[in-house]
């Protein structure tokens, strides 16, 4: 009896360990929704990890098992069902053929088609790429094994880096890190990417016929401050806060051939090539375009190429040619410009500088937060014209020039031969009945050249057209004081009224030559608002002591003076002002101009003309909030491959 029971619970014994295995494989494929898998296994290296909590797992092939595993982070190749099977703990790692990165598809259905060797979540699919920290989103996912493409379709969402992509299906080659997605939709640093297609290859993530909608307006402009005074008053408003000024409907559309953001820059990461201002019946090409897409104000807009017609510094005659701009640095711009020079005069000539004389000219300039360089050359007058200046501190900066026209506070632009000083200006408002109070001090060396006034012959009659040639040098220091009150009468409004302020200044200076120099000065003005017509205009009476050892920076305005400035809103299209000044006691003009703005609200186009000088000017003023429509966008991830490589 004994031996029988013996022999009894043997067989028992050794039943449950032949069918333990089988029982076990059986309770770990009851339910999954969990598809952990290699990039690119082989068919006989597929394995799958169990996971009670998210559904079934249902595969082509019934009867085949998956082997246990130890955990759920430890893979183990799939075996035949029929042979032993070893515990987990007994494999030896070296043999094992699964890849280290993994793809992991999660979704409420998942089939595992093992004649086709493809995967297939439906229902909330998840897909994460484990080596490339990136993570799909879409309603089905499909994953074949042997191609090693990976197709998703419906309501596609791609998170990589904390960049989202979503689109309408999303096919990838894990192998090749390629991929196509079709109408894709992602944001970039606050701007809005719409496109038909967008892909990976070398160059980066392609959209393709798309739009990209700027994270703020921008305004481009270029010697607006010759501009009509209904327009120039906006115009700093307009480059501090561009999108109060943008127009419900656009006038024109932005579009773009090519364009290129590198996500890696802080600074002028979108490169915008072959550019144009597309009208209703005509278009404008303005090339190539640096600017920055960062969600902050810190924008800088460059154009690589501008068309130049200009004064060229005041080099004398005409200048046409093209000014070549490079972004250096976050702030600073580097431009060259090639240029033509049609008329000007030499120092000592008397001839006019509007001659029929055509020469070469150049002019080099370097501007960033700080510092203001220019540099102009002209054959004709083989006259050289530079400056630099640099912020100092706040309002304190340090001014040098040669033969330029530098500003000289109440005095406007003064041109010594050279010069060099430092300037403090500061301002204090809010003074009952004086809204400003301005004191500019300023100190340094200069040195004169008398023929210089007569670059210009009408410029050259307010200082009785001096002949002299004696070069002076001195140091200069100077003091001024300017300011103006509240308005002491008005009558109506500021669309249609007029009101009557009095402006005035103080000047004292000295010279190391002993020279000594006052000057006071008193405006009542009267301000005039017609609608679209406002003007402006004065009667000055001036006091002035001592003297000068300049020329430069004579006081020519004479003791009596009056002018009568203006600007006209004709329409949407068209702005025109002018200003005059005239010397009642030389009995001569010292200032006329004429300016015109041009085109419709959101793209004018400036032009001025100073007949004292006998200068033109042309310039113009671009404001754009619309998403810019594009034929191809590249997005690229960093400075040395270029490309972005899988989900990026």
């Known amino acids: 009896m004994?031996?029988?029971?013996?022999?009894?619970?043997?067989?028992?014994?050794?039943?449950?360990?032949l069918i333990q295995p089988m029982v076990l494989a059986q309770n770990n494929n009851s339910a999954s929704g969990t598809i952990l898998l290699p990039i690119a296994p082989k068919l006989d290296e597929v394995s799958t990890t169990a996971n009670s909590d998210l559904g079934d797992l249902k595969t082509a092939d019934p009867e085949k098992k998956p082997v246990p595993k130890k955990d759920d982070t430890e893979l183990v190749s799939e075996v035949d069902a029929d042979s032993e099977v070893d515990s987990p703990d007994k494999l030896d790692p070296k043999e094992s053929k699964t890849l280290k990165a993994s793809v992991q598809i999660i979704a409420d259905d998942t089939e595992f088609d093992q004649s086709k060797n493809t995967f297939l979540g439906t229902g909330n699919a998840v897909a994460i790429i484990g080596d490339q920290d990136s993570k799909l989103e879409a309603d089905m996912i499909l994953y074949n094994q042997d191609t090693q493409i990976m197709d998703a379709r419906g309501n596609v969402k791609i998170i990589r880096q904390g960049q989202v992509t979503t689109g309408s299906a999303f096919k990838f080659d894990v192998s090749s890190d390629e991929y196509l997605i079709t109408k894709p939709?992602?944001?970039?640093?606050?701007?809005?990417?719409?496109?038909?297609?967008?892909y990976s290859n070398s160059d980066g993530l392609n959209f393709k016929d798309g739009s990209i909608d700027m994270p703020q307006a921008f305004y481009y402009s270029k010697n607006t401050m010759n501009a009509p005074t209904v327009y120039s008053q906006d115009v700093p408003n307009r480059l501090m806060h561009p999108e109060a000024y943008v127009p419900r409907q656009s006038s024109f559309v932005f579009k773009a051939r090519k364009m290129v953001y590198e996500k890696y820059k802080d600074m002028d990461n979108l490169t915008i090539f072959g550019g144009r201002l597309v009208f209703k019946h005509f278009s404008i090409p303005v090339g190539k375009i640096v600017t920055t897409i960062n969600g902050t104000k810190d924008q800088r807009i460059v154009m690589p190429i501008v068309p130049y017609l200009g004064n060229n510094l005041y080099v004398g005659g005409t200048s046409v040619g093209a000014i070549f701009n490079n972004p250096i640095g976050k702030t600073g711009v580097l431009s060259f410009a090639p240029l033509i020079q049609l008329g000007g005069a030499q120092l000592g000539s008397t001839g006019n500088s509007n001659s029929?004389?055509?020469?070469?000219?150049?002019?080099l300039g370097f501007v960033n937060n700080k510092v203001n360089f220019h540099y102009a050359y002209g054959t004709v007058s083989n006259l050289s014209v530079g400056d630099f200046k640099y912020k100092i501190w706040k309002r304190v900066r340090f001014q040098s020039g040669l033969n330029r026209f530098m500003n000289n506070g109440m005095f406007g632009a003064q041109r010594a031969h050279l010069i060099a000083e430092v300037?403090?200006?500061?301002?204090?408002?809010?003074?009952?009945?004086?809204?400003y109070l301005d004191f500019r001090t300023s100190a340094g060396w200069a040195q004169d050249y008398p023929q210089l006034v007569n670059l210009s012959p009408q410029f050259a009659k307010l200082f009785g057209s001096p002949t002299t040639t004696q070069v002076t040098s001195a140091f200069r220091v100077q003091e001024q004081i300017r300011g103006a009150t509240a308005p002491l009468f008005q009558l109506g409004d500021d669309k249609y009224g007029v009101s009557g302020i009095i402006a005035g200044g103080l000047v004292a200076r000295a010279y190391s030559t002993g020279n000594k120099q006052t000057i006071a000065m008193g405006t009542p003005m009267l301000n005039f608002s017609l609608n679209r017509l406002k003007l402006q205009t004065g009667f000055t009476t001036a006091q002035v002591n001592g003297s000068t050892p300049f020329v430069f920076d004579q006081y020519y305005m004479g003791s009596t003076s009056t002018f009568v400035s203006g600007s006209v809103r004709v329409n949407k299209y068209l702005d025109l002002g002018g200003y005059y000044g005239y010397n009642l006691q030389e009995k001569l003009p010292y200032a006329e101009t004429i300016t015109a703005a041009i085109g419709p609200p959101d793209f004018k186009v400036i032009l001025s003309h100073d007949m004292i000088f006998g200068y033109s000017r042309v310039g113009f003023g671009i404001l754009y909030g619309q998403p810019v429509p594009f034929n191809k966008l590249i997005v690229k991830g960093n400075p040395d491959r270029g490309g972005l490589g899988s989900i990026q």
């Open 2 to 17: 004994q031996n029988k029971i013996k022999i009894l619970f043997l067989a028992t014994l050794i039943v449950n360990l």
């Open 185 to 198: 939709d992602t944001e970039l640093e606050g701007s809005e990417i719409i496109a038909r297609k967008a």
């Open 356 to 363: 029929t004389s055509i020469g070469v000219g150049t002019q």
């Open 423 to 435: 300037v403090d200006n500061h301002m204090i408002r809010n003074i009952p009945l004086i809204p």
